[in-house]
Each structure stands twice: as structure tokens, then as C-alpha cells.
């Protein structure tokens, strides 16, 4: 597997092999934010005009592939959805480890136009329109999301999994944490969401991740992608509705967390837009936050507890150190338990 410094002559081998021998690349770096193994370049002419603008995406060497680092995973949904009204970058070549430059799986997207809406960061580079009207358009992009038909994706993509054992998966990382308030806590949420499991709701494709930093938006505040789909499924599309209510919503996190907050939004609005555009209510709401308060809290108790081990260091999750048990807490608020 190529090391950094090796990555840029890669590129310019695939780039060389896709749109011929005299093209160059330009503009060569990582992705921002937690894109994993990516990065972005043009690829110019001998002219020195751009051809193309690309994302590559490559799994973690060695690793299996699972969730977050199966790239290729993605290429099935990905390829359907840009014949939808769903907002996607197009998947331009994909390759298996032992038919690609970069020696391991790989993905290339066309990049898209568009800035996102950062949750944290009162970023300059942001969307200069309402922050109202930027969270009205991504939820109507997510409606057009959840209004698919998936029957083209059965079998021969991702099954439903139980409740039960999606639930179980998150508690092994409560486990491994090894802090007995923390297994109370994920012990009373995981039961209370499965006594309570919404099980006549709506089920299709779901995004898994979904919040405005995964949504580019053009200057007048339209949508012009939705990406990272690492995580995306076939279950309740309620999920996405949730996730996204409990990343903007103040009482699912500590103090700290709370003080970097740019973007929060009133739980009933998200509600409310999402049912306008979508025509339908979402009677589980409150259900779906603390599931995504359940799941987050799992996987930000597990990410601290690697980060003060040293095994995979990254200051933000002691940040999160305080809203790993309000996750929890909030979410046995808001089921009444």
C-alpha cells in the first residue's frame, strides 16, 4: 500500500491510464472533515484546462471491510441514486484492491460543487443564505432520499437487521469502554428502545450520518450533494430524521460539546419541516433521537476510551467526554424511562 508521500504519483498513474498519457493533476490534497482515506484533485489537459474534478476514496489497508471501510460497498447505492432525484456525486471508476494503482479498494467521485453547513466551525467558506433555509432544503433532499424504491437493492446489498442485533453491535462498544455507569445507562436505553420499537414505521434507504455537514450546498442554498454514505442501510428512515435532530439538539450534550455548538435546531421544527415536505408524521420521533443517542453515545464512549489509551488519539472525543452519558440519559428522557 502506498505510503502519503506516495499517493499524489498514484493519482497521476490513474489519472494517466483514465484520460491519457499527457494529462496532469492539480490541486492535490486530503479531504476535510472525518472522510478517512481521501483526498481531491483536477485532472488538466495539456492545454492546462480541467477535465475533470475528482474525490478518491480508499479503504484502510489491512482492515477488514466493514461498514466505514467497505468503499466499494457504496458503489451499488450510489450508482442507483443518480437515476433518482437524489442529490449524489456521480461514481466515475471503482476497482478492487488487486486492479487499482492504489493497491487496495478505491472509489472515485465527481466533486461536486457546494459548501457544507459546518455544525461546528463558523467557517467563512459557509453558505452565505439563512441557516434556516439551508436546514429546510437538506431535510427536503433527505425526504427525496427516503421516497425510493429499494426493491432494486434487495438482495443483493444490505438485509435488515433485527433491532436486536443492531442494537447488540453498539453495546459491545459500551462494554469494551469498561465504565459501570456507562453500561447501566446503554442497559436501560437498548431496553427501553427494543420494548418501544416503532414496528409499522416506514423502512427504505437511510444515510446513516446524516447533518448539514454532509450536505453541499450551492450560494443560493440549494443542494447540490449529500455524501459520505460509509454507513448507509435498508431500515427505518425515521433514523436519519433523529440523527439529525440529536446532532443539533443542545440537551443531548455536555456542557463543553454544547459551547461549540454553531448550528442548533428546535427538535419540533426538524419535525415539522420533515413532515411537510415528506406529507406523512413521524409518530416515533422521540423514538429515533434516542436511538441515534444510543448509537452515537456508543460510539464516542468507545473513540474516548481509545484516545486516553493512546491506541488512536484525537482530542475531539475529550470534548465529548461529558455527552457520552448525556447521550444516554437524554435518550431515557425522551422514552420516558
Partial sequence: M?????????????????????????????????????????IQGADGVTLEEVVVRLAPPGVKRSGNTDVLHQVPLLTALEQTEVPVAPVLWHAS?????????????????GRSLNMFSADAGSPQVSTELLVDNAIGA??????????????????????????AYWFRLIDKVGDPELLDLGTRLRDALIAQEPTTDRRGIFHGDFQTNNVLFADDGSVTAIVDWEIAGIGYTGVDVGWMSMMTDPSYWGPEHQA???????????????????GRAIPSFDWYAAYSGYRFGSIAGYNLRLHRTGRRVDPV??????????????GLEVLGA
Fill in 2 to 42: 502506498a505510503q502519503a508521500e506516495d499517493f499524489k504519483d498514484r493519482a497521476h498513474t490513474w489519472a494517466r491510464d483514465q484520460y491519457g498519457t499527457d494529462v496532469t493533476i492539480a490541486g492535490f490534497g486530503p479531504m476535510p472533515g472525518n472522510s478517512g482515506l481521501s483526498f481531491g484533485f483536477a
Fill in 97 to 113: 484492491e488487486d486492479k487499482s494503482p492504489f493497491e487496495t479498494d478505491t472509489m472515485v467521485q465527481r466533486k461536486m460543487p
Fill in 142 to 167: 433527505l425526504v427525496k432520499l427516503h421516497q425510493v424504491d429499494d426493491s432494486a437493492l434487495r438482495g443483493r446489498w444490505d438485509d435488515i437487521v433485527p433491532l436486536q442485533d443492531d442494537l
Fill in 260 to 278: 461549540g455548538m454553531r448550528l442548533k435546531v428546535d427538535p419540533a421544527r426538524i419535525r415539522a419541516t420533515y413532515e411537510t415536505h415528506a
Fill in 317 to 330: 472525543y475529550e470534548v465529548m467526554a461529558s455527552s457520552v452519558p448525556q447521550l444516554f440519559r437524554r
